[in-house]
């Protein structure tokens, strides 16, 4: 029997069954655009399935339970020692079951880097500009993963209540107490009563495992139809157009690209938690609301809320005689908030500013958008501040500095320079853009003098390629929306305010250097 | 729009370049052995994975760099590495090398139905709503709101038996007047004597059971305890009275998010939690000096009994730890 033979008689068997065939051939020969930034949501894609591999073995052991017991096991500092179930069965993962250890490292790095992954998937989103029409839902979709993301590493390395780990519920437990009027009953129902109580581990242990995880599933399976069924963006160049899609077929090349990626991406994170360390539970001991360890730490993807919360100024107002922690409220839940809802409504922000209301399946480059592109920049240096004061204590002893003087390099750095760069990115990407007309107009400059017979020196340019050029030039610059503030008889026309804050923003996102035109090159050829 | 008329015409896809393996049968036969090495490094991986697994989990080998090393782990670990990465690399390169790498183009379709559909779809839609008549009869679509709204309340109703109300909880703490200050741990009863000028320690209150204290009770329960010379004291005359001979008592739990303040310079006399850093002064009543919080460590009024051991003379005046709305409301 041929093998084609062989696959007939298979496809024949379920076609019967489900008529998949004609669907089948059309989507095995899905053409996907091939692009290194396009990898980064695989990463996340492939850490989240080693999440639930490396997660369902640590169930098998671990004991989601605030049950007193004393440690019996083979760790001997800890011989002896009275607490939870929960954290024995974390020493027991670590020390007792073979290869517990390995995969305890694996769960929590590949944790980290699922989160990196997101992250750096969306600046490639948003810098490229693949969130614009008709991706916005798939857009807010992954700020709805990132966030749960968030949420759901940290009831994951919340789950051993060690004493880091008890500090870091402690210091939710405080923003969910500062939450005015319903503060201290939300508090109560979710820990079962007072802080910590022996709730809130098999609380979210089940939140955990099950009701994250399957939010997750639907929403990335989500994802991933509306990119398959709405085909994915491409950069532009030649050939490549807002009608078509350029790049490899899913059988064979793609599957064993993507399929390969996901062994590589399982391997590195086996490598890293084989040869790095993290948490190691063991040392910081069972945890005890009076005891803490120096330098606490949340994971990275906390750390710019808790660097928020350090930041704080010593805020608390009393009204009525009922109290309103100002220093907990806006770091912990006010800025955060407005952070990700200005970021889940940006492509409808930015298509309100432009009014463009087409179709775009080609990417932007980052530099032709400027606007954009600052924004961008804008948010990461606030983040980014926001992350270094998370970790100021350990800075300060590193460093050798004073925790005070970062603190208020911090306060005074968020303020400062997220507009700062705003500024500089957008002058950057201008200046890129005008590098790029000078490529195109006069050729690259190839580093060979030439001195002319009146002993002038210059400098020869080469001309650059069709394909080159083509690129520098096909991005559109669309010019900004006219919204005149008095109609046709002078009369001002209804929402002038509105108006004039969208025009000036319509202004500033239109900003750029004008691109090579047909009459700079016919100028360009009498010379 | 501006770039109806493009100053450079596109020049289209740039001609395809064939890798050598397309037309060498030599080149491609070592791709497909480059192929193969690297899935069988990956089974090399594998052996080491399951020779790892019997190696005694206390044998640690030196590995430069990294200093000393569980054998077993780190032979688990990079067993694991090598039999997975190396697939992975073994996929790509075929893929790279010997599957088709020639670009193909597909043709986007407007997303967008054809006007017809949408058409028919809104006649649809109009119909099955006019058939339902939920637009004529009012009582209906009435009575139907006012039934899924109240059946939306079941669900809070049923989450109520989460927790308790806090109730004054909140509020009270283990201390009561005449309740002995004892260490933790250990649970001794402390003199005066045993604390030198400078020094700091924990305390917990006096407890029926110390076997068995619950974390619920440590939470609002922890002190500390500091020894200063009377004389470093800055405090009013009311709280001056609630120190006895240079010893003062606070709150071990930070009146910004309740973690254990629990970093003591000996040097400057402050209290600093290691959480977010939150500075307080032991000399000014714990007045906050730096940082976030926004409200001094609560003061625990001691004295000493008959015998010289110290006691709580009243429970704390005000609540401890975070704040909350209705903290300082009676």
């Not at chain 1, 009953?185 to 820990?191: V, W």
């Not at chain 1, 059988?251 to 399929?259: D, F, H, I, L, R």
């Not at chain 1, 004039?500 to 010379?527: C, F, G, N, Q, Y």
């Given at each position: 029997?041929?093998?084609?033979?062989?696959?007939?008689?298979?496809?024949?068997?379920?076609?019967?069954?489900?008529?998949?065939?004609?669907?089948?051939?059309?989507?095995?020969?899905?053409?996907?655009?091939?692009?290194?930034?396009?990898?980064?949501?695989?990463?996340?894609?492939?850490?989240?399935?080693?999440?639930?591999?490396?997660?369902?073995?640590?169930?098998?052991?671990?004991?989601?339970?605030?049950?007193?017991?004393?440690?019996?096991?083979?760790?001997?500092?800890?011989?002896?020692?009275?607490?939870?179930?929960?954290?024995?069965?974390?020493?027991?993962?670590?020390?007792?079951?073979?290869?517990?250890?390995?995969?305890?490292?694996?769960?929590?790095?590949?944790?980290?880097?699922?989160?990196?992954?997101?992250?750096?998937?969306?600046?490639?989103?948003?810098?490229?500009?693949?969130?614009?029409?008709?991706?916005?839902?798939?857009?807010?979709?992954?700020?709805?993963?990132?966030?749960?993301?968030?949420?759901?590493?940290?009831?994951?390395?919340?789950?051993?209540?060690?004493?880091?780990?008890?500090?870091?519920?402690r210091?939710?437990?405080?923003?969910?107490?500062?939450?005015?009027?319903?503060?201290?009953?939300?508090?109560?129902?979710?820990?079962?009563g007072a802080f910590p109580g022996?709730?809130?581990?098999?609380?979210?242990?089940?939140?955990?495992?099950?009701?994250?995880?399957?939010?997750?599933?639907?929403?990335?399976?989500?994802?991933?139809?509306?990119?398959?069924?709405?085909?994915?963006?491409?950069?532009?160049?030649?050939?490549?157009?807002?009608?078509?899609?350029?790049?490899?077929?899913?059988?064979?090349?793609?599957?064993?690209?993507?399929?390969?990626?996901?062994?590589?991406?399982?391997?590195?994170?086996?490598?890293?938690?084989?040869?790095?360390?993290?948490?190691?539970?063991?040392?910081?001991?069972?945890?005890?609301p009076g005891?803490?360890?120096?330098?606490?730490?949340?994971?990275?993807?906390?750390?710019?809320?808790?660097?928020?919360?350090?930041?704080?100024?010593?805020?608390?107002?009393?009204?009525?005689?009922?109290?309103?922690?100002?220093?907990?409220?806006?770091?912990?839940?006010?800025?955060?908030?407005?952070?990700?809802?200005?970021?889940?409504?940006?492509?409808?922000?930015?298509?309100?500013?432009?009014?463009?209301?087409?179709?775009?399946?080609?990417?932007?480059?980052?530099?032709?958008?400027?606007?954009?592109?600052?924004?961008?920049?804008?948010?990461?240096?606030?983040?980014?501040?926001?992350?270094?004061?998370?970790?100021?204590?350990?800075?300060?002893?590193?460093?050798?500095?004073?925790?005070?003087?970062?603190?208020?390099?911090?306060?005074?750095?968020?303020?400062?320079?997220?507009?700062?760069?705003?500024?500089?990115?957008?002058?950057?990407?201008?200046?890129?853009?005008?590098?790029?007309?000078?490529?195109?107009?006069?050729?690259?400059?190839?580093?060979?003098?030439?001195?002319?017979?009146?002993?002038?020196?210059?400098?020869?340019?080469?001309?650059?390629?069709?394909?080159?050029?083509?690129?520098?030039?096909?991005?559109?610059?669309?010019?900004?929306?006219?919204?005149?503030?008095?109609?046709?008889?002078?009369?001002?026309?209804?929402?002038?305010?509105?108006?004039?804050?969208?025009?000036?923003?319509?202004?500033?996102?239109?900003?750029?250097?004008?691109?090579?035109?047909?009459?700079?090159?016919?100028?360009?050829?009498?010379? | 729009?501006?770039?109806?008329?493009?100053?450079?015409?596109?020049?289209?896809?740039?001609?395809?370049?064939?890798?050598?393996?397309?037309?060498?049968?030599?080149?491609?036969?070592?791709?497909?052995?480059?192929?193969?090495?690297?899935?069988?490094?990956?089974?090399?991986?594998?052996?080491?994975?399951?020779?790892?697994?019997?190696?005694?989990?206390?044998?640690?080998?030196?590995?430069?760099?990294?200093?000393?090393?569980?054998?077993?782990?780190?032979?688990?670990?990079?067993?694991?590495?090598?039999?997975?990465?190396?697939?992975?690399?073994?996929?790509?390169?075929?893929?790279?090398?010997?599957?088709?790498?020639?670009?193909?183009?597909?043709?986007?379709?407007?997303?967008?139905?054809?006007?017809?559909?949408?058409?028919?779809?809104?006649?649809?839609?109009?119909?099955?709503?006019?058939?339902?008549?939920?637009?004529?009869?009012?009582?209906?679509?009435?009575?139907?709101?006012?039934?899924?709204?109240?059946?939306?309340?079941?669900?809070?109703?049923?989450?109520?038996?989460?927790?308790?109300?806090p109730?004054n909880d909140l509020k009270e703490t283990s201390w009561?007047?005449?309740?002995?200050?004892?260490?933790?741990?250990?649970?001794?009863?402390?003199?005066?004597?045993?604390?030198?000028?400078?020094?700091?320690?924990?305390?917990l209150p006096?407890?029926?059971?110390?076997?068995?204290r619950k974390l619920n009770d440590i939470a609002k329960d922890a002190v500390?305890?500091?020894?200063?010379?009377?004389?470093?004291?800055?405090?009013?005359?009311?709280?001056?009275?609630?120190?006895?001979?240079?010893?003062?008592?606070?709150s071990k739990i930070c009146s910004?998010?309740g973690?254990a303040?629990?970093?003591?310079?000996?040097?400057?006399?402050?209290?600093?939690?290691?959480?977010?850093?939150?500075?307080?002064?032991?000399?000014?009543?714990?007045?906050?000096?730096?940082?976030?919080?926004?409200?001094?460590?609560p003061?625990l009024?001691?004295?000493?009994?008959?015998?010289?051991?110290?006691?709580?003379?009243?429970p704390f005046?005000e609540p401890v730890g975070p704040?909350?709305?209705?903290?300082?409301?009676?």
């Open positions: 029997m041929t093998t084609e033979q062989r696959i007939g008689q298979v496809a024949n068997y379920v076609d019967e069954r489900t008529g998949a065939a004609a669907w089948m051939k059309k989507n095995l020969q899905k053409v996907f655009p091939d692009h290194w930034s396009f990898l980064l949501g695989e990463v996340a894609l492939y850490s989240f399935v080693i999440l639930l591999l490396s997660g369902t073995y640590l169930t098998f052991w671990f004991d989601p339970s605030a049950r007193e017991v004393i440690y019996e096991g083979s760790y001997a500092p800890l011989e002896g020692v009275q607490m939870s179930a929960a954290y024995a069965s974390t020493l027991h993962i670590s020390f007792e079951v073979r290869g517990g250890l390995l995969m305890r490292q694996i769960h929590h790095w590949a944790a980290l880097i699922f989160m990196a992954a997101i992250v750096a998937h969306l600046m490639r989103v948003f810098f490229t500009g693949a969130f614009r029409k008709p991706r916005e839902g798939n857009w807010i979709i992954g700020i709805g993963l990132l966030t749960l993301g968030i949420v759901e590493g940290f009831l994951g390395y919340s789950l051993p209540d060690d004493l880091l780990s008890g500090t870091g519920i210091i939710a437990e405080a923003i969910i107490q500062a939450i005015p009027v319903v503060g201290s009953y939300l508090s109560y129902f979710a820990f079962g022996e709730a809130f581990i098999p609380r979210i242990y089940i939140v955990h495992v099950l009701l994250l995880p399957g939010a997750f599933l639907a929403l990335i399976t989500a994802h991933l139809m509306m990119v398959w069924y709405q085909k994915h963006t491409q950069f532009p160049g030649p050939g490549r157009t807002e009608k078509n899609v350029v790049g490899y077929p899913l059988m064979p090349v793609y599957m064993a690209k993507a399929g390969g990626f996901f062994f590589i991406v399982f391997g590195v994170t086996a490598f890293i938690s084989a040869v790095a360390s993290i948490n190691p539970i063991w040392l910081y001991g069972p945890y005890t005891q803490i360890t120096a330098g606490s730490q949340p994971d990275w993807y906390m750390g710019w809320l808790d660097g928020l919360v350090r930041m704080a100024p010593p805020l608390e107002t009393y009204f009525f005689g009922y109290t309103i922690s100002w220093n907990i409220l806006i770091p912990g839940l006010i800025v955060p908030g407005i952070l990700f809802t200005g970021m889940a409504l940006y492509p409808f922000i930015e298509s309100w500013i432009t009014g463009d209301k087409r179709e775009h399946h080609l990417l932007d480059r980052p530099r032709n958008a400027p606007n954009r592109t600052a924004l961008g920049a804008m948010s990461i240096t606030f983040m980014l501040v926001a992350l270094i004061n998370g970790g100021n204590d350990l800075i300060a002893t590193h460093f050798d500095l004073s925790i005070n003087q970062i603190m208020w390099a911090t306060r005074i750095g968020i303020i400062v320079l997220p507009p700062l760069a705003f500024v500089i990115t957008k002058r950057l990407c201008l200046s890129l853009q005008r590098a790029d007309r000078e490529l195109v107009l006069h050729g690259r400059e190839t580093g060979r003098l030439l001195r002319l017979p009146h002993g002038e020196f210059v400098e020869v340019h080469e001309p650059i390629s069709p394909e080159k050029a083509y690129l520098l030039t096909s991005h559109e610059q669309a010019p900004p929306l006219a919204l005149p503030e008095v109609d046709g008889r002078g009369v001002k026309r209804a929402g002038a305010l509105r108006n004039k804050l969208r025009s000036r923003m319509s202004v500033a996102h239109s900003e750029a250097v004008p691109k090579v035109s047909t009459d700079d090159l016919k100028e360009i050829e009498h010379h | 729009m501006s770039n109806e008329i493009e100053a450079i015409k596109d020049p289209g896809l740039p001609a395809h370049v064939h890798r050598k393996a397309d037309h060498d049968p030599v080149a491609a036969k070592r791709a497909e052995r480059q192929v193969a090495i690297l899935f069988g490094i990956s089974s090399v991986g594998t052996v080491l994975l399951i020779a790892s697994f019997f190696i005694p989990e206390d044998i640690f080998i030196f590995v430069p760099v990294m200093g000393s090393q569980n054998a077993h782990q780190l032979g688990l670990g990079l067993g694991m590495a090598i039999s997975l990465f190396f697939i992975g690399m073994g996929a790509i390169h075929w893929a790279k090398t010997l599957m088709p790498d020639q670009e193909v183009i597909a043709y986007r379709h407007e997303l967008r139905s054809e006007d017809v559909d949408r058409k028919e779809f809104v006649v649809a839609v109009k119909d099955g709503v006019e058939a339902s008549g939920i637009g004529r009869r009012s009582l209906i679509k009435r009575s139907l709101g006012a039934a899924l709204g109240l059946s939306a309340l079941s669900p809070i109703l049923l989450l109520r038996d989460l927790g308790p109300l109730g009561k007047a005449g309740t002995y200050l004892v260490t933790d741990p250990g649970d001794r009863r402390i003199r005066a004597s045993d604390l030198e000028v400078g020094s700091v320690a924990q305390v006096e407890s029926d059971d110390p076997e068995h500390l305890l500091i020894r200063l010379r009377p004389e470093e004291f800055n405090l009013d005359a009311e709280r001056l009275s609630w120190t006895h001979e240079g010893i003062i008592a606070f910004h998010m973690c303040v629990a970093l003591y310079e000996q040097q400057t006399k402050h209290l600093l939690c290691p959480c977010h850093q939150s500075t307080f002064d032991v000399t000014r009543a714990a007045k906050v000096i730096f940082g976030p919080a926004a409200r001094p460590l003061q009024n001691i004295s000493v009994d008959g015998e010289g051991f110290l006691v709580a003379r009243t005046s704040s909350f709305w209705g903290r300082i409301s009676s």
